[in-house]
């Protein structure tokens, strides 16, 4: 048995209809080849239709079943017609991953209130909507499980980044309600918290080499994480092998949120006083 075939065994994602919102580029592009991987009929979601129909021609192309569909999240008849869709071509939704999300710079003080609302739209209003209308489907079809892609920001402060730390600590919130709203019909909601992830969207951040550096050297695990890292903990939320983990925020940030103290000078306490002793 190959490492793939044991992997998709394990899981137990095996034609299991998975629909994945934000899918055309970096993490939600990710996490879909890593469901058709391991065997998951994947529904690709995205605004940008042709950045979604390329992805997913790619994987069409090592024998999995996907799906694109153009798809506005803030809008509610676009997200009920792609919910169709899927339903018709693929089947009825078993995993939702809702990763489309936007953010931009602006202070607070000066936020103009049509962006803020623009933002909610898309960060907490898409989830929303998503997750009633492929929601549905899980529970006509006797469950599935929900897996929300939020932020680090959701639970510290970013500041100068507009309403996208309020839109993500919301879609946590929302994520345990329907938990507990949905749980009955047996359906799961989780939260994966990424930190710092390098995507193309990143990438002119991460082009910086002493930008790079510097963020690598705050994190324990000394390196910034990628797109996989965080489809492989959306793969592990999604399938039965968490059958009993709902409500729960996983944050993914390679030890970051555990080292703010190595960040505040000590001394007498520091790495080189304590190999001294």
Known sequence: MTLASSSSSWLELTNKVCVVTGAASGIGAEIARELAAVGARVALLDRD?????????????????TLAVGCDITSQADVASAASTVERELGRCDVLVNNA???????????DLDKWNQLLAV???GVLLCSQAFGRQMIAGGGGSMVHIASISGRVPQPYS??????KAGVKMLSQ????ELGEHGVRSNVVSPAMVRTPMSEVIYSNPEVLKRREQIVPARRISGPRDIAEVVLFLASPRSGYVSGQDLLVDGGLSSAWLT????????KQDAEKA
């Open 263 to 270: 960040l505040i000078p000590r001394p007498g306490f520091e």
């Open 123 to 125: 960060n907490l209003g």
């Open 49 to 65: 239709e042709a950045g979604a129909t390329r992805v997913a021609g790619e994987i069409a192309e090592t024998g999995a079943r």
């Open 101 to 111: 999300a936007a953010i931009y710079a602006a202070a607070l003080m000066d936020i």
């Open 177 to 180: 309600l329907l938990a507990v």
């Open 162 to 167: 507009g309403p996208y730390s309020v839109s």
